[in-house]
């Protein structure tokens, strides 16, 4: 008489627990030290990506927002908002996040000139 065999039952690979903690903790730390602070004077806008450059900046003047400097991606601009709810009207306008800019100063530099001395 033949004995059963015995089939394992699938498992997932022992580093997936670690992987997913490890992205977990990059997006809450990420999110901790990006986001904008609500009296912030400046902040980073993020817009959908696809937009123009056009499109991005008629979306910060309806917001009423001063665009105080361009970065390399279109869809990212600094801006002063304009008064408490300055935020709250840049998200009505479009934009998908506020950044703190000085976290993500150097993805903002456009050209090379634009390191400190």
């Known amino acids: 008489m033949k004995q059963a065999q015995h089939i394992p039952?699938?498992?997932?690979p022992a580093w997936l627990g670690a992987a997913?903690?490890?992205g977990a903790s990059l997006i809450a730390?990420?999110?901790?030290?990006?986001r904008a602070a609500p009296g912030m004077d400046v902040v980073a806008v993020a817009?959908?990506?696809?937009?123009?450059?056009?499109?991005?900046f008629a979306?910060?003047?309806?917001?009423?927002?001063?665009?105080?400097r361009t970065t390399a991606l279109s869809s990212l601009i600094v801006v002063r908002p304009d008064?408490?709810?300055?935020?709250?009207?840049?998200?009505?306008?479009?934009?998908?996040l506020t950044l703190n800019p000085q976290a993500i100063s150097a993805c903002l530099r456009t050209t090379p000139t634009d390191r400190p001395a």
């Open 20 to 22: 997913a903690l490890l």
């Open 29 to 34: 730390m990420a999110t901790l030290t990006l």
């Open 83 to 96: 008064g408490r709810d300055g935020l709250r009207r840049l998200q009505a306008a479009g934009a998908w």
């Open 47 to 56: 817009f959908p990506p696809w937009w123009s450059p056009q499109q991005t």
């Open 9 to 12: 039952a699938a498992q997932a």
């Open 59 to 68: 979306a910060a003047a309806d917001a009423k927002a001063s665009i105080v």
